[in-house]
């Protein structure tokens, strides 16, 4: 298998930080234990001062209370030796170099150590009370996250009520506090600005005004310590000893801090009382359920990963981006918001961020982003399906291996052979990754299998949270940054989204290390110079022809966002996860793992393997009605049913309870281990969900300390893209401005514009026999001129556009409702809506241009219904597919490009295996179509040959570049693939294909001729 990653030469290891004997589950005995105990405390306080005064105390508890914590408690018990995702006390992370002289998994367990730091949300509270108390001795700025729109100030959430959007008037003293800049200003001068400017209002109003807009976060404080400093209470201390009248706050927090770091020397199972005073010392400054945060940390230097396992790892990975598909399912909704902002927008302009995403003028948020919801419904995606013949292979793999009782081993000659050379050699790869895989051993031999939470798009991600547990985290997150720059575009600068969350908890997982050029801090302070400060008001969207791009609107500068850590961008403000999905949407996504949709409603899946790897352990999934058809609050009935399903579906006594990477082992023969089981069964019933049952790993813990006793272990493998990304660059273009009187068109201001609303399957019949008959003759008899779109927004509907003097539009009004009154009637269409005329100005070459390009629209749509016409009566010379490849060469030919030029447009449309195939079996007779002076698609073609004639010749005097020329021809294009074939991206996409190889065979001809 060709490897197409590079394997970074340090690794994270993931592992408990008990061994894989301890596994007493008695939990009245398990209470005892100083270490369970205080992993407990960590993780619940709740949990831990119930268990304390039921275990301990001997405080009775009802029966539900009882049987609910000895389950939690069990829960953490059963956890505690095979839980590897970093959680308190029961999992620890460090780091492994690989090696190709000798392995070595063998650690010291006293190198265990724990980091506490202070919850980042009770961080902020007690900033927040500072900032309102004392904030006539501090310094303040705008917040990043605030923008202006019209007459309004908008943030694009709050830290305190959790509100989506939040706004004020835009004020002259607003205006003049933002001229203050992004630098933090003392407090007293900002009300100095305001006193000079309103020397005759009361200052207290001028006060209050300020005190208002940092109660409500539109002002931060210098108070505010940055995501990417290593430590922010410190930072916090710092900055409150700059002014006396902080002092004794800061000496208060300055004994929590000493009082961290006492705790933090601790051994684990020592710290017990330590936290607990350290807990309440905390609450008196600031109530808090968890005012603390410890992760734990392996400090062992000394083991090392055999390279030859991370390169069979590396080579399954290469193999999963294989059976990646070319447009990732997880994101069809931004393919289709590419969609709308080429329709609204076009190639040659940019949209501030801001702009893009207002649900008025600009698009609003994609499909399926609630952070705020659209005013309006968006349109769904279509989920792209898999290949059909991987689909079958899928299928196919599992009958065999149910009927066999195997395991399903996945082949890359077999995949390879269904999906073709040409798409393994893809090159949209991501420039890194990280891969998450459990360690076992059988015999001689390592097993690997891959973890359920895949890994991460984006190699140090799953380090970046870790960054202050020791200088070697950081120095490796540096490490891994500086080699993914050597595989970047040279063009592009990356930028650290960094910002506190609406849910200011969630933001512990978010702090972390950065060493990219430029950061995006919203409701906290930049830990880089103003000059590379990136604000919520600076950022450019737009497209070119591998999909949307980032620019800073300051200086120009190409960007890509990233996060260096794992919270989930769902669930950040729409803007910054738009950000995020930007710079990864149009990469092969490697653990979009295919079987996960192929088989999802299935009951069982045998294990899935590649070689040595396996890549998904055996599961069961068991839907409640199919256990008991009614829910029965029976344990012993349950556990006779469940005997039977076992024994029916040959479910091994020990067996994982999953969800997602959370994994409870259970044995059968264990009645409190099951009763789990059948809380879960209780629970999913109500929701009617099914239960994931998953097999446990095969073979030995390979990782052991030096008592011998093993550990179940997992390995975080980064990964870097062997081939580099194009240096190429995108020349800025216009920002997208409001010209009124040029882009939009109300009715009768020489337009009247119609959404005629229909099925589908009446699309073609509307019109090839109603619109085509009626315009026609409305423009032979009129001169009311028209052309036509298919579109779907909520429904499918054709956009219907007649243009005339307002006189003439007026006048034959009653002609055009006459006939809409008709097409009701006979049930064509189901509605029809009036609408004002937003023309694409800037997509077809501008002011200048707009008006000729209509005309070629007009023209281009009788061009299309002869073609569909034609079809429908069954009088086309060759087959429809024919023609549609036909009708987009003979478009591309009279645009009279050069061979350059039409080498960039035709390299823009993807090779595809079906396309190839099809342009093979058909090239000598599309070749000899073309050049036949009598066809048909030449016949219908001159009728536009005067109106792109008409265009070209003032397109042409204008100086536009290479990449705005191509721009302007695929927007012509895509229109006339539209009114053919409908919304049908696929279709589209693969008449594309075949013509991008006709041109490329003339070019060739060509050349090669003239030679």
């Not at 893809?426 to 690997?448: H, I, P, R, V």
């Not at 070119?544 to 669930?571: C, H, V």
């Amino acid at each position: 298998m060709k490897k197409l990653y590079e394997v970074n030469e340090e690794v994270m290891v993931r592992l408990p930080t008990v061994s894989e004997k301890e596994k007493n589950t008695d939990v009245k005995d398990l209470f005892n234990d100083p270490v369970f105990r205080e992993q407990v405390l960590i993780s619940s306080k709740s949990i831990y001062d119930q268990a304390k005064e039921y275990l301990v105390n001997g405080k009775t508890l009802s029966n539900k209370k009882k049987r609910n914590l000895e389950q939690s408690l069990l829960k953490y018990a059963l956890r505690r030796n095979t839980r590897t995702t970093p959680f308190g006390l029961y999992s620890a992370v460090g780091i492994a170099k690989t090696s190709t002289n000798k392995e070595n998994f063998t650690f010291d367990e006293k190198n265990f150590e724990h980091v506490a730091r202070a919850d980042l949300s009770w961080i902020f509270n007690v900033i927040k009370k500072e900032e309102l108390n004392g904030y006539q001795h501090l310094e303040f700025k705008i917040n990043p996250a605030v923008y202006t729109k019209g007459n309004r100030v908008y943030m694009l959430y709050n830290t305190e009520t959790a509100s989506s959007t939040e706004s004020i008037q835009l004020s002259m003293p607003f205006k003049l506090l933002m001229d203050q800049g992004q630098n933090l200003v003392a407090f007293e001068n900002l009300l100095d600005t305001l006193r000079q400017a309103y020397p005759k209002q009361n200052e207290d109003k001028l006060s209050s005004f300020l005190y208002k807009l940092i109660k409500n976060e539109f002002l931060i404080s210098n108070l505010r310590p940055p995501m990417t400093v290593r430590n922010q209470l410190e930072y916090l201390i710092t900055e409150l000893n700059k002014n006396a009248y902080f002092s004794e706050r800061a000496i208060q927090l300055q004994k929590v801090d000493d009082q961290i770091k006492q705790y933090n020397k601790m051994k684990l199972g020592t710290g017990e009382q330590t936290y607990l005073t350290l807990y309440k010392e905390m609450n008196t400054l600031y109530r808090s359920t968890s005012p603390l945060q410890v992760d734990s940390f392996l400090n062992n230097d000394t083991i090392s990963i055999p390279q030859n396992l991370v390169e069979e790892i590396n080579e399954a990975v290469s193999f999963l981006t294989l059976l990646a598909s070319e447009n990732n399912p997880a994101f069809a909704h931004i393919q289709l918001y590419q969609d709308e902002f080429l329709d609204k927008y076009g190639f040659s302009q940019e949209v501030p961020l801001t702009d893009l995403f207002d649900t008025g003028n600009g698009l609003g948020a994609p499909f399926s982003y609630d952070k705020p919801e659209n005013d309006f419904i968006s349109r769904a995606p279509v989920i792209p399906d898999y290949n059909l013949r991987l689909r079958n292979y899928f299928l196919s793999k599992i009958n065999v291996a149910e009927k066999k009782g195997a395991a399903i081993d996945l082949s890359e000659k077999d995949v390879k052979k269904l999906l073709g050379d040409s798409q393994f050699e893809d090159t949209k790869l991501l420039k890194s990754l990280e891969a998450f895989f459990l360690l076992k051993k059988s015999g001689e031999k390592y097993l690997a299998y891959l973890s359920p939470g895949g890994g991460s798009q984006g190699a140090g991600k799953t380090f970046g949270r870790f960054g202050h547990l020791s200088n070697h985290f950081g120095e490796t997150i540096k490490t891994i940054q500086d080699k993914e720059t050597t595989k970047r575009n040279k063009y592009v600068k990356t930028c650290e989204i960094s910002y506190v969350p609406s849910n200011i908890r969630n933001g512990n997982v978010s702090i972390n290390p950065h060493f990219k050029e430029y950061e995006l801090s919203l409701f906290t302070n930049n830990s880089l110079e103003v000059s590379r400060e990136i604000t919520i008001k600076d950022i450019l969207i737009g497209i070119d022809n591998y999909g949307f791009y980032a620019r800073n609107r300051k200086n120009g500068d190409l960007l890509e966002f990233q996060a260096t850590n794992m919270l989930n961008p769902g669930i950040s403000h729409n803007m910054l996860r738009f950000l995020h999905e930007i710079s990864i949407y149009r990469k092969r996504s490697w653990s979009e793992f295919p079987w996960h949709r192929i088989y999802s409603d299935f009951d069982h899946i045998p294990e899935l393997r590649y070689k040595s790897i396996v890549l998904s352990p055996e599961r069961w999934f068991i839907s409640t009605e199919s256990l008991m058809p009614e829910m029965i609050n029976d344990f012993e009935l349950f556990k006779k049913k469940f005997s039977e399903y076992k024994e029916a579906f040959a479910l091994p006594n020990r067996f994982y309870l999953t969800d997602y990477d959370n994994r409870i082992p259970i044995h059968f023969n264990n009645d409190s281990e099951l009763e789990i089981l059948f809380a879960e069964y209780k629970k999913n019933s109500k929701a009617q969900m099914r239960i994931q049952l998953q097999a446990c790993e095969e073979g030995e813990n390979v990782f052991v300390d030096q008592n011998d006793e093993s550990y179940t272990a997992e390995i975080v493998v980064p990964m870097f893209s062997v081939e580099k990304e194009t240096d190429e660059t995108i020349l800025p273009k216009s920002i997208v401005t409001s010209d009124f009187e040029t882009s939009t068109k109300l009715p009768y201001d020489d337009w009247l514009y119609f959404k005629l609303y229909t099925t589908r399957k009446k699309e073609l019949d509307l019109i090839t026999l109603c619109i085509k008959e009626f315009c026609s003759k409305l423009e032979e008899e009129t001169g009311i001129h028209y052309f036509f779109m298919r579109y779907i927004d909520t429904h499918p509907h054709i956009r219907l556009r007649f243009n005339a003097s307002e006189e003439k539009l007026q006048k034959y009004t009653t002609r055009i409702f006459d006939w809409l009154k008709t097409l009701l009637s006979q049930e064509m269409i189901a509605r029809y809506t009036i609408d004002s005329y937003e023309r694409e100005v800037e997509r077809y070459g501008g002011k200048e241009l707009i008006s000729l390009a209509e005309k070629v629209f007009m023209a281009d749509s009788k061009v299309v219904e002869n073609i569909l016409y034609s079809n429908r009566l069954g009088t086309l010379d060759i087959p429809f597919e024919l023609s549609g490849v036909l009708t987009v060469v003979n478009f591309i030919d009279q645009l009279s490009l050069e061979d350059s030029e039409i080498k960039a447009l035709v390299h823009t449309y993807e090779k595809r295996q079906d396309s190839s195939l099809y342009f093979r079996e058909n090239k000598k007779k599309i070749l000899d179509e073309f050049r036949r002076t009598d066809s048909q698609m030449k016949k219908w073609a001159t009728l536009r040959k005067e109106s792109v004639e008409d265009y070209l010749e003032v397109y042409k005097r204008m100086d536009f570049s290479l990449e705005e020329k191509i721009n302007i021809c695929s927007s012509f294009i895509h229109l006339h693939c539209n009114r053919l074939f409908g919304v049908d991206q696929n279709q589209e996409a693969f008449v594309m294909a075949v013509v991008g190889q006709v041109f490329n065979y003339l070019i060739h001809t060509r050349t090669r001729e003239a030679a």
